[in-house]
């Protein structure tokens, strides 16, 4: 049984003492951070966090995040804070970057699914720090989803992909970035990009200085981010991302999807508020948002993905946006979703 408590004004204190205590004892306990939700375990129990791998169906190789209340308690899990990662947690924590550091012996190797290093990070939501607080100890969470599924923005997605697997679920309402954290590796010469996230590529560039950012694809000398090579965030119908200039972009889609119409398939249309009256009465049409308003887009994408699962589509067609600023990580996601899968509208291949 999977309980859910839902946590408003008075009995804050109450349902996150409970959830603390369920960690101690080797419990799993989703909770909000202002990203997605976290599914977390004592971090430094290794058989409570064997059971994340096994609630999720996740790859023993792929790593977790460890959750702590501050910079200085991220310090004391891992071997060293080089000066970029003082700077960029004195700049970012809390909040949605993830630093990659060498893993202290402290922490247990399977937080780490084997690597020598450790994800840190320290998250912007009054719940979920009070949650490492009342826990006692650093939380091991990834996001609480079942592994390939979108991430969850709501308890309600955390229910439906993890009811009955877990102990507990902290309900705090929908999350306020909606897509994952930065994960910037530390541990090599250079700081590198492992995924695109709620701070910006060009906000560490700034942090950064001459120290420089790597923009890693996977194809370096050091593997990226192990969980990058896995399909994910996949909504169950295939999705095609379609690039190109957007007046390009709405009229393959709109073609696309009223042949499907004549077929007697309907598609899905996942696109900016601009397109959504090109597409009307062709299919399900679902607005990402303003075009240059990515931050909307990525609050709605990993809930419009999973509304495309519920309505039962035949295939989704994506429009993609800028690739810049918060709209780098929501075409990340999109291109992940997509399997590899795009075209490009208006002429090329
Ligand atoms: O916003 C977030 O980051 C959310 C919330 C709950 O904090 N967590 C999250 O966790 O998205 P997860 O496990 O879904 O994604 C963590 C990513 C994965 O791609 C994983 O491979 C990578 O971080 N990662 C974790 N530890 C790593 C390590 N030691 N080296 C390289 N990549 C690592
Ligand atoms: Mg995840």
């Known amino acids: ?114 690597l020598p290093s450790l994800a840190v990070r320290v998250p912007a939501h009054p719940m979920a720090l009070a949650l490492i607080r009342a826990a006692g100890v650093p939380v091991a969470a990834p996001s609480a989803n079942s592994s390939s599924r979108p991430s969850p923005t709501t308890a309600a997605h955390v229910l439906a992909d993890l009811g009955g697997r877990i102990d507990l679920i902290l309900d705090g309402g929908p999350t306020e970035v909606g897509l994952e954290s930065t994960v910037l590796d530390l541990t090599g010469p250079s700081p590198r990009l492992l995924r695109p996230g709620g701070i910006t590529v060009e906000a560490l560039a700034a942090a950064l200085g001459e120290d420089g950012l790597e923009l890693g694809g996977g194809d370096g000398e050091r593997p990226a981010s192990p969980g990058m090579k896995y399909r994910h965030y996949a909504p169950r119908s295939p999705l095609t991302l379609v690039d190109g200039e957007p007046a390009a972009i709405r009229a393959l889609i709109a073609s696309e999807m009223a042949l499907a119409g004549r077929q007697g398939r309907t598609l899905a249309a996942l696109v900016y508020s601009e397109s959504v009256p090109a597409l009307h009465g062709l299919g399900l049409v679902l607005d990402l948002g303003p075009r240059d308003d990515p931050a909307t887009a990525c609050r709605r994408l990993f809930t419009l993905l999973r509304e495309c699962d519920g309505a039962g589509v035949d295939g989704i067609l994506a429009e993609a946006g800028d690739a810049k600023g918060l709209g780098l990580a929501v075409h990340n996601r999109l291109l992940k979703a997509a399997g590899g899968h795009v075209v490009r509208a208006g002429g090329g291949a």
């Open 1 to 114: 049984m999977t309980e859910i408590l839902e946590v408003t004004g008075d009995g804050f204190e109450r349902a996150v003492a409970r959830a603390g205590l369920v960690l101690r004892r080797g419990g799993l306990v989703a909770f909000p951070t202002e990203t997605v939700y976290g599914l977390g375990a004592n971090g430094l129990d290794a058989d409570a966090v064997q059971r994340i791998f096994i609630a999720k169906g996740r790859p023993a190789d792929n790593p977790l995040i460890l959750h702590v209340e501050s910079p200085a308690a991220a310090a004391a899990y891992v071997e060293d804070m080089p000066p970029a990662a003082e700077r960029l947690a004195a700049l970012f924590w809390p909040g949605p970057l993830t630093l990659v550091l060498p893993r202290s012996p402290r922490v247990p190797e399977i937080v780490s699914a084997g």
